[in-house]
């Protein structure tokens, strides 16, 4: 058994444990101990949220992929969840191609970047064939194709106090929250294609953030500033994303 399983085996018989035994509010100190203490802990539904995540991110290894499926797999009917930015300028934007669209990458990074979606193409490209799954029920799999945020976070050089990835729509209301963890997960991309195609406006033209490891909601569309940060405390109301507010997990993990 290697090193670092033991430590999980530890952990999590740990975490276990002190959840049987004396309740949610000492899993949460043991989770506190190793770091794992989610945006969202204060609220209402706090103290499972974090053995929620302090088990998942313990229990699965960092790279455990989500399962990838075959083109003939792809589902004829891709839904769509949320409109497109209500307002003049993304619709210049889509009358002009998306050629002055501007994905800015800023916060704990050694070069603040901006990206047009042909410096985006730029980067070696990545496709997955994946599941996309709604809170409201209903799912389907689509090919995603884009950047690896990886490979974005490694040009624009992450400080070594990054804790999470955040990004923000367009629209200025949608945005979300990721860990590290997440943030260099190779199936998490900006994607700017689908099925073979650009990215439809409905599904986030012209690049939304893919995050294959967790529920639909966390795969904002119409991405167009992303920042690293080492606390979520100032950023909306603390919690992460606006998901909390509303009774969803910020982490949604699936
Ligand atoms: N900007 C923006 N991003 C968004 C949404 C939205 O309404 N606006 N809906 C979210 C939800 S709830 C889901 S399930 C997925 C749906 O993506 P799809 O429309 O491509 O199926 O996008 C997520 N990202
Ligand atoms: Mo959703």
Request: hydrophobic share 40%.
């Amino acid at each position: 058994m290697s090193d670092s399983l033991t430590r999980r085996k530890l952990i999590t018989t740990g975490l276990v444990a002190a959840a049987g035994a004396s309740g949610l509010g000492v899993a949460a100190a043991l989770a506190s101990r190793y770091g794992l203490i989610p945006p969202n802990h204060r609220g209402i539904f706090g103290p499972s949220e974090t053995l929620t995540y302090a088990a998942q991110r313990v229990l699965i290894p960092r790279h455990s992929l989500a399962r990838e499926f075959n083109r003939s797999e792809i589902s004829k009917v891709a839904f769509v969840n949320g409109k497109p930015p209500q307002n003049e300028a993304y619709q210049r934007h889509v009358a002009g191609g998306f050629a002055d669209w501007r994905l800015t990458v800023d916060g704990l990074v050694a070069r603040p970047s901006s990206f047009s979606v042909a410096d985006l193409k730029r980067f070696p490209g990545r496709s997955q064939i994946t599941h996309q799954a709604c809170e409201e029920g209903w799912s389907f799999i689509a090919e995603w194709i884009g950047v690896p945020l990886s490979t974005v976070l490694n040009f624009v050089g992450v400080s070594p106090q990054a804790r999470y990835v955040v990004y923000y729509s367009f629209d200025g209301f949608w945005w979300d929250s990721m860990d590290m963890p997440d943030a260099w997960h190779p199936q998490t991309f900006l994607a700017y294609g689908m099925n073979g195609g650009d990215l439809p406006v409905d599904h986030g033209a012209p690049v939304r953030m893919k995050v294959a490891r967790q529920l639909g909601y966390k795969s904002v569309k119409y991405i167009s500033h992303i920042t690293v940060t080492d606390a979520m405390k100032h950023i909306g109301d603390g919690q992460g994303s606006p998901a909390p507010a509303a009774g969803y997990s910020w982490y949604a993990g699936i």
